[in-house]
């Protein structure tokens, strides 16, 4: 194994190959669920250096575990224990290659920050509408590589939609560019989109071609307090009537989950006072100020006449909108504040959401008595965070140790009986890989493996993930 470390040194520079040291910031999982041991972390500069780093690993038959800003949720992208893997850092690669105003595309590479390109886009009169709360660190390769969601889905789609190309380093060490941001291509099957969502298994993504949007002309954001979650429902379909493709959010969030905002996050203000259910609303204008303000002030006032909503706070700045936004973006940083949860990542049909909900949290509350659940995410994307926290007063890792098994059987039980996926936008990685294999359809594993042996058949590629 020296023999590929001083390779890859020979490869990229050996100040970009780095063996000892903390190196936890690359070898640990944003939850700290995950921590491994690399062979190296290798930082290379631009893609004929990836290039080198893949057929160097595929030389040595180590496996090459890819990572951005390492935020993702599911140990994806993190080594394993052996000490035999080498950590592929994108970091360093992040440049935005340029924008196509008339072709409204933007190229960037895959260690760019989300933010960075977000900004990149808006410097010109653009908008680059994927947007999460890990925005700040994490890279448009991770986005592409877990097909991330976030919460502009409802009006932009998922990553997929955002991409028009790729340019891709195989698991042979063979450059693939298909970066020409063409919105029509029918010349065979879909490369790219194989690329998309594959977690590091099939290749390593180092830049990528985006779609641009019109920067919207005004923007209203609102918090409403509703008595159901049935009621949530009615409303966003309230909103879809009204607002039509000016709707660019819907989130949800339970009692549950702002109180641990409110209790780990004094400081951020709450507009209004705890409710069963609170929804934070976005709508996009591309006319004027005043035009989203009466469409949006009727459609709140129509939802408090239908008995929809109880009370509403619009932000009357892009301050106060923010702030609402900030408040949605701590449930997941304010979780771990209270203690290790269980996390599931889900999505059904909008339809079934309130049904599964009920029944779910009573079973869950008569198996494990006195858990909490902190439910929130994007139900205009029928897209759940359906978490658990532990009883009050229990040692939260021990009962992770004890019962996260269990848990998520009966919850994923449920999800499979009402037709939804474990895995709506976090991905697979190593905490679902067990569990997909026993809930995709073997026809649908068989024809993954297909791919997977087809175009990674010495296993180079972020071995034991997904599959
Ligand atoms: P990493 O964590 O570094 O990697 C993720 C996976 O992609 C790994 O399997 C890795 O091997 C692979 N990978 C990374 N780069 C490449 C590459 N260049 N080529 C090939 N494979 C690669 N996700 C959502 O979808 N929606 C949300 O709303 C959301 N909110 C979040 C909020 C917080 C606070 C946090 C911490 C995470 C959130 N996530 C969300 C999850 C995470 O941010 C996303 O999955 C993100 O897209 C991961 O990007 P990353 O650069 O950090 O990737
Ligand atoms: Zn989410």
């Known amino acids: 194994m020296n023999a590929l470390v001083n390779a890859l040194r020979t490869a990229v520079g050996a100040s970009n190959v780095l063996v000892e040291g903390d ?34 690993c595929a030389r040595h038959d ?20 052996s000490g035999t893997q080498v950590l592929l850092s994108l ?23 989300l933010q960075a390109a977000q900004e990149a886009a808006a410097a010109q009169g653009f908008l680059f509408p994927l947007s999460l709360a890990a ?19 409802l009006r932009y789609g998922n990553a997929r939609e955002l991409c028009l190309g790729l340019e891709v380093v195989t698991a042979q060490g063979e450059v693939w560019d298909g970066l020409a941001g063409l919105r029509k291509d029918n010349t065979g099957y879909d490369l790219r989109d194989l690329f998309i969502g594959s977690e590091g298994t099939l290749g390593v993504i180092t830049a990528a071609t985006l779609k641009l949007y019109p920067q919207p002309a005004a923007r209203m954001t ?64 591309t006319e004027s100020e005043a035009h989203a303000r009466g469409l949006f002030e009727g459609l709140l ?16 700045s892009i301050e106060q909108s923010r702030t609402m936004w900030h408040l949605r973006e701590s449930i997941p940083l304010a979780q771990p504040e209270e203690g290790p949860n269980i996390k599931h990542d889900i999505s059904l049909p909008v339809s079934r959401i309130p049904g599964f909900v009920a029944s779910t949290d009573a079973a869950l509350q008569a198996a494990f008595p006195g858990t909490r659940s902190v439910n929130f995410g994007h139900l205009g ?33 449920a999800v499979s009986a009402c037709g939804g996926s474990i895995s709506a936008e976090h991905g697979v990685g190593s905490l679902k890989r067990d569990e997909l294999a026993q809930r995709k359809s073997p026809v649908a594993l068989q024809m993954m493996r297909a791919i997977k042996n087809a175009l990674d058949p010495q296993g180079v ?4 993930r997904m599959l």
């Open 91 to 113: 970091s360093r690669m992040n440049r935005v290659r340029g924008l196509d105003a008339a072709n409204l595309t933007l190229t960037v590479e895959a260690g760019c920050v």
């Open 222 to 285: 609102a918090l409403a307090a509703l008595p159901s979650l049935e009621a949530a429902v009615s409303l966003l379909q309230l909103a879809q009537a009204r607002l039509g493709s000016g709707l660019t959010g819907f989130e949800v969030m339970n009692r549950f989950s702002l109180s641990l905002v409110r209790k780990h996050f004094p400081q951020l203000r709450q507009p209004l006072p705890e409710a069963e259910w609170t929804v934070l609303l976005e709508q996009s204008d």
């Open 381 to 413: 994307d029928g897209n759940l965070h359906y978490n658990l926290q532990a009883p009050l007063g229990v040692d939260g890792a021990a009962f992770l140790r004890e019962h996260e098994h269990a848990v998520n059987t009966l919850v994923y039980d």
């Open 23 to 56: 190196l936890s910031a690359y070898e640990q999982d944003w939850r700290k669920r995950y921590r491994g041991r690399a062979l190296a972390v290798v930082r290379p500069a631009n893609t004929t250096e990836v290039s080198a780093v893949v057929k160097l």
């Open 135 to 153: 925005e700040g660190s994490c890279t448009l390769g991770g986005n592409l590589a877990t097909n991330a969601g976030g919460t502009q889905v």
């Open 301 to 316: 006032e129509s939802a408090m006449e239908r008995g929809l909503i109880t009370d509403a706070a619009v932000a009357e």
């Open 461 to 464: 590629m972020n071995p034991g």
């Open 62 to 81: 180590a496996g090459l575990v890819p990572q951005g800003g390492n935020t993702g949720l599911v140990g994806g992208s993190v080594p394993d224990a």
